[in-house]
């Protein structure tokens, strides 16, 4: 390679190092990036692509660097910031570089490159044939930890539920990468080496956390192994330790259930690209805090199944949800209330900046306020006992921050008066120049009689004595000739350049003065990390609290009442909590189990409310075990220990599968995991293949499903032969919506009665999506020619002939699938 100069080898060697990475080098007040790593940058960021000694050179100017560097991140790059270690002034040769940090999309902690949403990264690792799965959020130190037997599909479903900006994976499941970027093309992947997992694990997790034993964490040492890997990678991306981590925790608990990808997206529980705005999240979401919007979703993807838990939750909602006062007042503290989660990680990180600690100081001084607003309230009362209010920390900042900081440390405007004396020493100077400056330029027109002589200053020649060119003469012997200009001449005199020296040595102890100073304040703050990170936990609960009350007043929601027995569940006036606020007049509908009748087969034509029906009993079910009152007039539920669904049909058309495998493989996940205390919610079972094969195996799952797991089921389908279950098995019953014949047609009235049926009114309903009379006539008469009474009456022989079967209970119930 031609015309290396000693600068552009030390950024080759230093490249040797990071190839994974695009390398960004502080070169003066731009960061530049070289040979292929500039054509990208050049691309991406689309910013001039230069030369610099005949080699691709494209820079960034350094007070921009964010803005720039969330574009290259959310690019999915990793990028290595390489910084000036060495003054350039006083540099001898080349200036010393290091890179000091190594960004991926999954180590953001700046504020202005963070959505107040959760940033989630996955790590993956296999121990014999199951997954260890770690997701955490290096932002806020969120951090789950788990083992799973999945297959490689639900590896991919489950994944996707988190929205993870990136995923780690590790080397002896290299081939995963090839399908995650299938899946999810959009994620930064990477592989790490081995040496992540190693045995030393033990010893570095104890000194991270600080703790003599981790025995209480209930894991096993491969998984602590991976737990481990994370911190790893953290600390090596971030050239620190990390303080900052929570203690993982296990996604599914007995506290908790896990709802699935496929639960998520068929009841529209969180955001996604195709239903945004029409989610539970989003109907529920009138949270004020970031830090609450994140406890919302968590609560929602993990709801409880410990009764006195939900209960706890369900009393805060209801001493709130009457008390109109405190809900107005609560909305007004919480929405000052800055994100302290993120900021304590920051904090710990040593990354903090002067606005996030005015931030922090001003939530700090509205949380008395808070605290006092809901002891007013009897049942909020207990809220935050033994909750640190952190009057240590305010003090702390309000007495060496000034209120409105400058946003670069060391520029002299971020540490207040009084905290260092010679920090105000210095910047007296500063202060004081301009004074300084018109008593010498008075003084020297005085004394040389030149009106026209002005004193100042700039960047390149410092300081000077301007006269005019016609006034020379008068000079005086002790000025220095510094400069010659068109119509002026400029000169300096000993006591300026002494004061320029004093000037400069001012600039540059007050940067050093007050960057060490604020590196103080910082290492002080970060030992009250876990006492920040806990008051904010807990407010971002009373977010919560406060929003689920305000959305039960507002839409009419009733506290939900927990029955032991599944099948005795009843639900009067079930309303569906995302419909409804869609449509003007919504028809609600009941559910009542009982008598051993708990798997219902549910008939009707499409557009009458069948699906709307299934999903709203799920989100019924969702919301009361997240502790929020539900759409219905009364309703009687069990807690169930998982809620599953199959809604709907769709290809996967990137790993070859048709819609009646993604079926089956969604059906056997179902099979595999319901118990006698789930919830599974199933729409249109079997459609993906023939007829006659799809009623047989829909018929044959029924079966299955309420012999063997005995699970609460609703089952929405077209297969009418279906029904014929609940004349012969007393633990099905038939339902069907409602539907009006007039003269001008049909009229769906979404109402839920027992029955089968017997019209799927396909012909009527293209009447109304539109098809020309042409078409809807030759339809009918093609209907008349294929409806034959005998034929009707020969099927339904032949489905009295199917006769019972008894399913043999496994004890340790085996896989079907």
């Not at 008068?474 to 000025?479: A, C, I, L």
């Not at 959305?551 to 569906?576: C, Q």
Request: glycine share 4%; hydrophobic share 35%; charged share 30%.
């Amino acid at each position: 390679m031609e015309n290396i100069t000693p600068m552009i080898k030390q950024y080759l060697d230093i490249k040797q190092e990071y190839k994974d990475s695009i390398l960004l080098f502080r070169l003066g007040d731009f960061y530049e990036t070289f040979f292929d790593d500039a054509k990208k940058v050049s691309e991406i960021l689309q910013i001039v692509l230069t030369k610099r000694n005949g080699h691709p050179m494209a820079g960034i100017p350094y007070h921009a660097l964010d803005n720039y560097l969330k574009k290259l991140l959310d690019c999915g790059y990793k990028v290595a910031i390489c910084e000036q270690v060495e003054d350039p002034h006083t540099a001898k040769g080349i200036v010393e570089r290091k890179v000091t940090r190594v960004l991926t999309p999954g180590t953001i902690v700046e504020e202005n490159m963070l959505e107040e949403t959760n940033r989630f990264s996955a790590l993956i690792s296999k121990y014999r044939n199951t997954y260890i799965i770690a997701i955490f959020d290096f932002s806020t130190g969120e951090f789950y930890l788990d083992t799973f037997d999945f297959n490689e599909s639900e590896l991919l479903d489950f994944l996707s539920s988190f929205g993870p900006v990136q995923i780690l994976v590790s080397k002896e499941i290299e081939y995963l990468v090839k399908k995650i970027k299938e899946i999810l093309s959009d994620i930064y992947v990477e592989l790490l080496d081995d040496w992540y997992f190693s045995n030393n694990f033990i010893d570095h997790f104890k000194e991270t956390y600080e703790v003599l034993s981790f025995d209480l964490l209930d894991y096993e040492d491969e998984e602590l192994k991976v737990a481990d890997a994370v911190l790893k990678y953290l600390e090596i991306t971030q050239f620190s330790k990390i303080k900052h981590m929570k203690f993982p925790r296990r996604f599914k608990t007995k506290d908790h259930m896990l709802l699935d990808a496929n639960t998520i997206e068929n009841l529209s529980v969180l955001p996604s690209n195709s239903n945004k705005g029409k989610t539970l999240y989003d109907i529920l979401k009138v949270t004020k805090t970031s830090m609450g919007n994140r406890k919302l979703r968590e609560f929602i993807v993990s709801p409880l199944t410990d009764k006195a838990k939900i209960e706890y939750r369900l009393s805060k909602v209801g001493s709130l949800k009457d008390d109109f006062l405190l809900l107005q007042e609560l909305k007004e503290y919480l929405s000052v209330m800055k994100d302290l989660e993120r900021i304590s990680s920051r904090i710990s990180l040593i990354k903090a900046t002067p606005k996030d600690l005015i931030s922090l100081k001003d939530s700090l001084e509205v949380v008395p306020y808070l605290i006092e607003s809901i002891r007013s309230n009897s049942g909020l009362a207990d809220l935050f006992e033994n909750i640190d209010t952190l009057e240590e920390v305010k003090e702390i900042v309000s007495k060496s921050i000034y209120d409105e900081p400058s946003l670069e440390v060391g520029s002299g405007k971020v540490i207040k008066e009084g905290v260092s004396k010679e920090l105000d020493d210095y910047r007296n100077i500063l202060q004081n120049i301009d004074s300084v400056l018109e008593e010498i330029e008075k003084r020297e027109k005085e004394s040389s009689k030149i009106n026209s002589l002005k004193v100042g200053r700039n960047k390149v020649y410092g300081f000077y004595i301007e006269v005019s060119k016609s006034q020379v003469s008068k000079v005086p012997e002790y000025y220095i000739r510094k400069q010659t200009l068109v119509n002026t001449e400029r000169f300096t005199i000993k006591e300026l350049n002494d004061i320029e020296r004093k000037l400069v040595m001012a600039e540059e102890k007050i940067n050093a003065l007050e960057k060490e100073i604020y590196g103080k304040i910082l290492n002080e703050l970060s030992k009250y990390v876990d006492k920040i990170e806990n008051l904010a936990d807990k407010i971002a609960e009373l977010d919560v609290y406060r929003a689920f009350a305000e959305v039960s007043s507002m839409y009419n929601y009733t506290r939900p009442v927990f029955i032991e027995d599944p099948k005795k569940t009843k639900i009067i006036n079930g309303r569906h909590p995302i419909v409804e606020r869609f449509v003007d007049d919504f028809t609600s509908n009941d559910l009542s189990l009982g008598e051993g009748r708990f798997y219902i087969i549910l008939t009707g034509p499409n557009m009458s409310g069948k699906s709307t029906y299934i999903r709203q009993i799920g989100l019924i079910s969702i919301m009361a075990q997240i502790g929020c009152f539900v759409p219905a007039e009364k309703a009687e539920l069990p807690i169930y220990d998982g809620i599953y669904t199959r809604i709907g049909a769709r290809d996967d058309i990137v790993t070859g599968k048709s819609t009646f495998l993604v079926e089956m493989l969604e059906m056997s996940t179902i099979i595999n995991k319901a118990t006698d205390k789930s919830l599974v919610l199933l729409d249109e079972v079997g459609r993906g293949t023939s007829t006659l094969d799809g009623i047989s195996v829909a018929w044959a799952v029924s079966e299955f499903l309420f012999q063997v797991k005995k699970c609460n089921t609703i089952f929405a389908t077209h297969y009418t032969e279906l029904t014929y279950m609940s004349n012969i098995y007393e633990e099905v019953m038939a339902k069907r919506i409602k539907v009006q014949e007039t003269m001008g047609g049909v009229v769906f009235l979404h109402k839920i009665e027992d029955g089968t049926s017997d019209n799927s009114y396909g012909i009527e309903i293209a009447k109304l999506a539109g098809f020309p009379p042409e078409i809807i006539e030759r339809s009918k008469e093609i209907l008349d020619q294929l409806s034959d009474r005998a034929d009707l009456e020969n099927r339904l022989k032949r489905i009295k002939g199917i006769g019972k079967k008894k399913y043999k209970v496994p004890e340790n119930q085996l896989k079907m699938f």
